[in-house]
């Protein structure tokens, strides 16, 4: 197990470079292989499948994918069909975690790991290939002067490291190098969103440590380094870039008609062109879908409102506040290697329920 997580580990940082293209817009990646291995190993040497049952999230996860796959008999395609698979596999990765026998501090250092390698590949990109207009022609936004490391985008690269500053404080309790180079790595990603939830995460912390004068001098420390940070690329990376935010808005409206359209089932998982992650599922699976996963979004608090750790209870608040802030501008809770985050979290909350 110990040799398929530094499998999982280096496929992951690997990013769009592991990534096999199988038609239609669907992607296989290496990580989604090293998984099915995991999961293999776990069933046949530690009794995964009879004890599926026993943990606390079961429940919602199986009745998330009871409704996605009623959707995809109202919307039947293959693409949607793998989209809810991979989804199923990765909610299955959080039972792997569960009858490991890696410690739940393991798998936290494990998170902190990739983020601050992630934080270091984005710096030597950014001085060494800073420029990505050269792959547009593939799809790929130009993205010029800004850390997008093996990812290919700063966005999902940025609220990656704004959950591993969280991981790392937690595991540290004080700020060290880590935390500089991941802070620095978010700095040049120049994405706004993942300010956005950088700052909302920290404020929560602040709100349930009742760190007030720390948290205040951190946050105006964070927003005059936001503000006066070189911007190389130029307007592109202004923190008021005006187009963008048009774009997104009238995003969502779009994506409010179509559910309105189809609010039951919706229009199948795979579907694509959506910023916002729950209107996502609302337009991907329908109201039934989003309620079912909203539900299983309660059962996690609960789960972790249950846990005697008090440091960890504002680890998780606070990663799932900036998860939700992020979501409502990209579509990150959907996107894979937010998804694995999610379910090692979700696996260390009920290792420490159980503890």
Same mark, same amino acid.
């Given at each position: 197990?110990?040799?398929?997580?530094?499998?999982?580990?280096?496929?992951?940082?690997?990013?769009?470079?592991?990534?096999?293209?199988?038609?239609?817009?669907?992607?296989?990646?290496?990580? @989604?292989?090293?998984?099915?291995?995991?999961?293999?190993?776990?069933?046949?040497? $530690?009794?995964?499948?009879?004890?599926? /049952?026993?943990?606390?999230?079961?429940?919602?996860?199986?009745?998330?994918?009871?409704?996605?796959?009623?959707?995809l008999f109202v919307n039947p395609t293959v693409k949607g069909s793998l989209y809810l698979l991979r989804w199923a596999v990765y *909610?299955?990765?959080?039972?792997?975690?569960?009858?490991?026998?890696? *410690?739940?501090?393991?798998?936290?250092?494990?998170?902190?790991?990739?983020?601050?390698?992630?934080?270091?590949?984005?710096?030597?990109?950014?001085? &060494?290939?800073?420029?990505?207009?050269?792959?547009?022609?593939?799809? &790929? @936004?130009?993205?010029? $002067?800004?850390?997008?490391?093996?990812?290919?985008?700063?966005? $999902?690269?940025?609220?990656?490291?704004?959950?591993?500053?969280?991981?790392?404080?937690?595991?540290?309790?004080?700020?060290?190098?880590?935390?500089?180079?991941?802070?620095?790595?978010?700095?040049?990603?120049?994405? /706004? *969103?993942? $300010?956005?939830?950088?700052?909302?995460?920290?404020?929560?912390?602040?709100?349930?440590?009742?760190?007030?004068?720390?948290?205040?001098?951190?946050?105006?420390?964070?927003?005059?380094?936001?503000?006066?940070?070189?911007?190389?690329?130029?307007?592109?990376? *202004?923190? @008021?870039?005006?187009?963008?935010?048009?774009?997104?808005?009238?995003?969502?409206?779009?994506?409010?008609?179509?559910?309105?359209?189809?609010?039951?089932?919706?229009?199948?998982?795979?579907?694509?062109?959506? @910023?916002?992650?729950?209107?996502?599922?609302?337009?991907?699976?329908?109201?039934?879908?989003?309620?079912?996963?909203?539900?299983?979004?309660?059962?996690?608090?609960?789960?972790?409102?249950?846990s005697k750790n008090k440091s960890f209870r504002v680890l998780y608040y606070a990663t799932l506040t900036a998860l939700i802030v992020?979501?409502l501008f990209i579509n990150s809770l959907f996107y894979p290697w937010v998804m694995i985050w999610i379910w090692v979290l979700a696996?260390?909350?009920?290792?420490?329920?159980?503890?």
């Amino acid at each position: 197990m110990i040799l398929l997580t530094i499998l999982l580990w280096m496929s992951l940082l690997s990013g769009q470079l592991g990534a096999i293209p199988l038609g239609d817009g669907v992607i296989l990646y290496t990580h @989604d292989i090293v998984l099915c291995l995991m999961i293999v190993v776990a069933v046949v040497r $530690y009794g995964l499948i009879t004890k599926l /049952r026993r943990f606390r999230l079961m429940r919602p996860i199986t009745l998330f994918i009871g409704v996605g796959i009623v959707s995809l008999f109202v919307n039947p395609t293959v693409k949607g069909s793998l989209y809810l698979l991979r989804w199923a596999v990765y *909610s299955i990765f959080y039972g792997v975690i569960l009858v490991s026998p890696l *410690s739940r501090q393991f798998w936290l250092w494990w998170l902190a790991s990739f983020g601050v390698a992630l934080g270091t590949l984005g710096l030597v990109q950014f001085v &060494w290939y800073p420029d990505l207009r050269n792959l547009w022609y593939l799809g &790929w @936004d130009p993205h010029y $002067y800004r850390v997008f490391a093996t990812l290919l985008d700063p966005n $999902y690269v940025g609220i990656l490291l704004v959950l591993t500053i969280f991981v790392l404080v937690f595991l540290h309790r004080r700020i060290g190098w880590q935390i500089g180079v991941v802070g620095i790595s978010l700095l040049l990603t120049y994405s /706004r *969103s993942s $300010y956005l939830a950088l700052l909302a995460g920290v404020g929560v912390a602040i709100v349930l440590l009742k760190r007030w004068k720390e948290g205040v001098f951190l946050g105006l420390l964070f927003l005059l380094a936001v503000v006066y940070i070189p911007k190389p690329g130029g307007d592109t990376l *202004s923190l @008021d870039r005006y187009d963008s935010t048009v774009s997104r808005l009238q995003n969502w409206q779009q994506t409010v008609m179509e559910i309105t359209k189809r609010p039951v089932f919706g229009h199948g998982l795979g579907v694509t062109g959506t @910023d916002s992650s729950i209107l996502y599922v609302g337009k991907a699976i329908g109201l039934v879908g989003l309620a079912g996963y909203l539900l299983l979004i309660r059962e996690q608090v609960k789960l972790v409102r249950r846990s005697k750790n008090k440091s960890f209870r504002v680890l998780y608040y606070a990663t799932l506040t900036a998860l939700i802030v992020h979501s409502l501008f990209i579509n990150s809770l959907f996107y894979p290697w937010v998804m694995i985050w999610i379910w090692v979290l979700a696996g260390v909350a009920e290792k420490y329920y159980l503890e």
